[in-house]
């Protein structure tokens, strides 16, 4: 489990990083914490001729606070994260989703820009952002920038709308309202596993903006406004009959088990947000 | 203070092992070294047209037309019906499971005997897998191994008069169960380092093994060198579970590559060809029917067995321990008189079928404690109930259970009486009965089982291999200083065999452990021993040194009643000195006298001097036996599959404890195994017999979030056949969790009217069937 030879590089200017990612066709990749890039390395599941190490290059490592955005650098770690060091554009959410990925020597190295662009079908932050309604910072090989909202970012199983010669620079989250609320559950086999099942939840009563997302459904991240509304007008999680039909609705291929946890992981997400604990 | 027989002596091993100083096959560095890649079959079944070296690098690559003077590796086996199987140790003329070495490659680093690797060309004609071993029993199925004309490496069958219980049982339960395959997932797997000592004109052998004499014979036998060429030294060793047991294909390769190029070649084995080459263990079926009166007493047993044994019979132990196990060791602790068994050992495109910690007990004791549960519930009583009435009784001990198997010694339903009350089972009933108005599902699950340890002679003779072990040997030395070496030729790969042996000897010389040294592994410089299975290094080892340490302070007595001008029976031995009254000498006074002063001692001194070697094996050849009782509580989530360990007890009697302290941590270690098997662990198989779980995270293990705070409580019944009174021990936590967990976990959903047979119980499982059974279910989210 060695991986096949490659050159690394460690550029600290970032339009170079993204020419040099663009230049190669697709031979080229980012390399940030390496915890999902590293192990298909070893295994020789890809191997690409050259390998752009982003985690020095500038701003990428930084938090940021606007007065409507949270701003996190795509190299920030899960565990910078987990410790609080970012501004919760929702009390205690980042730190809630950070904390519960992998297992520290994992969160020390994994960055939440990795996470995204791996755009792992099972991963957390991709559920959890698209639940806050955050976006990507994307900067091509001229230095120019776009957002890329969540909802438009992950393409399906490993994909994303990133161009080869992009690099993802930052997270951008809005702040939500004071009285927000939010729930988070992953079901898994065991602690800091892959989940089985995500359901995320986010209700702020003064913008109206209410969301529940289901991740772990194979492909992107499944949105479902019929159910944060329900929950909204309500005040209650739908029935599982609800979640269920919602589910089987979406398209998705999904089996019993997974579409009974989903519908569970949701149920207790919404309770949470909602309960007064 | 002691440090002998009894006391909770730290180990000895942990100070290296435990701050990185540990030396493993990895860590050995010699000259000129290369390091080795294998190349592997992609295909589990098919016939090999070609394996063509990379131009210009063929003399950095072997492969079987290499390897032509090599012979197959050919566990012969007594027994009756048996076909043994001939593995080449590079595939020849076929590959019969993905992972199958094909061709071995070395550079100078490990990387680049990967690129090299990647570079072999090889061409496989595809033939049909043979995957599941219940149809590969059936005449029909594609042919792993053409001459035999079948797939069946043994059948065995036991016979008894079920017809008639059929006919007047009272009560009849028929189950079907089946564990998963496994991988026994070492911290360390498997490693060799080979290289030709011209000195010694050997070849030396590092390996990663538990049983460093056995390799040596099977390296000399395979590749046709006198033994006295062979050197085999295990060093410290990162876990073995029986995964290491046995003659590995590898170890031959790279002693072979090492010989011919006269270059030391190291290989290690990663964790993906661990879980994919070494996926050989654990997977049973069982179809039982067990006949009872109205009060669930067994009346009797119909059983048949399936092991899915792979592709090859692994040397020395054969494919067929597993399944002769399984079907001598299925009635375990229960007195009942009328048992028919048959045993299917069946070749898949699987790896080699190798005992792990408990070989077939848990596979056994799973389908027999949830079948004691299963006539429990069907003549509504409570289990342990049932249990404790099924057991062989203390009054009727020794006991020879109906397939003849000798119990020494034990009180079998005490264990489970200990474990009730340990557990609260009352108390449980209660609390499980509130839970589920409130909706939450808890369930108690109790699993009692013997472990056969030490097996001898005679078991494994009956068992028709091809190597018995006898008596196991060892030396005990006092050094000119005085100090104390232990030399035996098993291994502790984990065990703490290193402290035990030390305290043994400790407890007959007085000398404190820290003052005993004991060299093991390395077959240069200790005496034979067949190495660490089957429990039987405390029994066998551990009698060894009890047997020279007596011997020797035997001498030490002659000496010092020498020197203290007295007669030896009139000599003390405390504390590391021999006393007469208050007059005394040390060790070392002994030790200089013997080396150094000479013309202090007598001329008609006793000449065998301060070493002696001394062999030992127990008074019975058929092994002794520990049992245990497990309970555990579990409360299962109906909404999402996942089950939570509330409570686990474990009750065991293992004869003289020699160090309680490491006697927990293999309870301990062995029980977090047992939860593996239990709730994750799962080897998957595509159609094509293609592995699915290939990295950790697909294969789950459980990690310390997924385990309970044990609690453990201990008789002490001496077994009146062995040294001490010891009995065989290291096994037997892995052995029981299945069993306890899965009856906890029936217990808990039996309001859904759900039974669960078959291992891991993992939450796809439980959740489909409780999807299965209530298809409107609207439980709480
Ligand atoms: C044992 C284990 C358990 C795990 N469990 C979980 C879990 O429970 N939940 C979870 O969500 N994740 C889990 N992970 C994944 C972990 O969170 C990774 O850290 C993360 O997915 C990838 O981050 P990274 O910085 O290591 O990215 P890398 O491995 O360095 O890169 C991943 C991919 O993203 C690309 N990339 C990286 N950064 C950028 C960028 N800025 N712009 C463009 N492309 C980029 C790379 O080219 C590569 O293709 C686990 C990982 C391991 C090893």
Known sequence: MKPAPFELHRPSDTALAARMTGGGDGTIKPVAGGQSLGPMLNLRLTRPAGLVDITALPGLTDLRETATHVEIGAAVTHARIEDGACPEPIAGMLRHVAGGIAYRAVRNRGTIGGSLCHADPAADWITALTALGASVVATGGTGTTREIPMTEFMLGAYRTALRPDEIATAIRIPRHSPGARWGYHKICRKVGEFADAIAAFVADPQTRVCRAVFGSTGGAPLVSPVLAAHAARTGTPADLAMVKAELGRSGLSLGAVKIHQLAVAHRRAVAEALSDG | MSTGIGERVLRKEDRRLLNGQARFVGDIRLPRQWEAAFVRSPLAHGRIRSVTKPAGLEDRVFTAADLADVRPIRAESSLPSYNPSDQYPLARDKVRFVGECLAICIAPTRAEAEDLAERVEIEIDPLPPVVDALKAREPGSALLHEDWGNNLFLTTFFDGDIETLRKTAPVIVEREYSTARQCMNPMEGKGTLAHWDEKAGQLVVYTSTQVPHLIRTGISEFLGIDQGQVRVIAPDVGGGFGYKCVLQPEELSVSWVARRTGRPIRWTEDRREHLVAGANTRQHHYKLTAFADERGRLLGMDAEITVDVGAYSVWPFTACLEAAQAGGNLPGPYDFGIYRCRTWSVAT???????????????????????????????????????????????????????????????????????????????????????????????????????????????????????????????????????????????????????????????????????????????????????????????????????????????????????????????????????????????????????????????????????????????????????????????????????????????????????????????????????????????????????????????????????????????????????????????????????????????????????????????????????RATPETEAAG
Request: charged share 20%; net charge negative.
């Open chain 2, 349 to 771: 495109n699987k790896p080699a079928f190798t005992p792990y910690r408990g070989v077939a007990r848990p596979g056994v004791c799973f389908a027999m404690e949830l079948t004691i549960d299963a006539i429990a519930r069907a003549v509504g009583r409570e289990p342990s109930e049932v249990r404790k009435e099924n057991l062989v009784p203390a009054a009727k001990m020794p006991y020879t259970n109906v397939t003849k198997k000798f119990y020494d010694s034990g009180d079998y339903p005490e264990s489970v009486a200990q474990a009730e009350k340990a557990i609260d089972l009352k108390g449980f009933r209660a609390r499980q009965a509130a839970a589920r108005a409130e909706g939450r599902h808890l369930g108690i699950g109790f699993s009692t089982f013997t472990e056969q340890s030490a097996h001898g002679t005679k078991v494994f003779a009956a068992w028709g291999l091809p190597l018995v072990p006898g008596y196991d040997q060892a030396m005990v030395k006092i050094t000119p200083s005085g100090s104390v070496e232990v030399r035996s030729g098993n291994h502790s790969f984990g065990q703490g065999l290193e402290t035990t042996l030390a305290q043994v000897a400790s407890e007959w010389l007085t000398v404190g452990t820290d003052r005993i040294s004991v060299v093991m592994g390395d077959t240069g410089i200790t005496p034979y021993s067949t190495g660490a299975y089957a429990s039987r290094g405390m029994v066998m080892s551990g009698g060894a040194v009890s047997k020279a340490a007596e011997v020797l302070a035997g001498r030490v007595r002659r000496h010092a009643a020498h020197l203290l001008q007295c007669k030896p029976e009139d000599i003390r031995l405390a504390e590391g000195k021999a006393w007469h009254g208050e007059a005394h000498v040390g060790f070392e006074d002994i030790a200089r006298a013997w080396y150094l002063r000479p013309d202090q001692l007598p001329d008609d001194v006793e000449t065998a001097g301060l070493e002696v070697t001394e062999g030992y094996k127990p008074d019975i050849d058929t092994g002794v036996f520990t049992y245990a009782t497990h309970a555990a509580i579990v409360e299962v989530d109906p909404d999402t599959g996942r089950v939570a360990i509330e409570d686990y007890f474990i009750f065991e009697d293992c004869g003289r404890r020699v160090n309680p302290l490491i006697l927990e941590g293999q309870a301990y270690g062995g029980a977090a195994q047992g939860i593996g098997t239990a709730l994750f662990e799962e080897v998957l198989y595509d159609a094509n017999g293609q592995p699915l779980t290939s990295t950790l995270a697909d294969y789950i293990l459980p990690g310390p979030a997924e385990l309970p705070s044990f609690r453990l409580g201990h008789a002490e019944t001496l077994s009146p056949y062995t040294r001490h009174g010891i009995k065989g021990v290291g096994e037997g936590a892995a052995i029981a969790p299945g069993g306890a967990i899965v009856n906890a976990v029936n217990d808990a959903l039996s309001p859904f009217g759900v039974e669960l047979n078959s291992l891991p119980a993992t939450p796809e499982r439980i959740l489909g069937a409780i999807l």
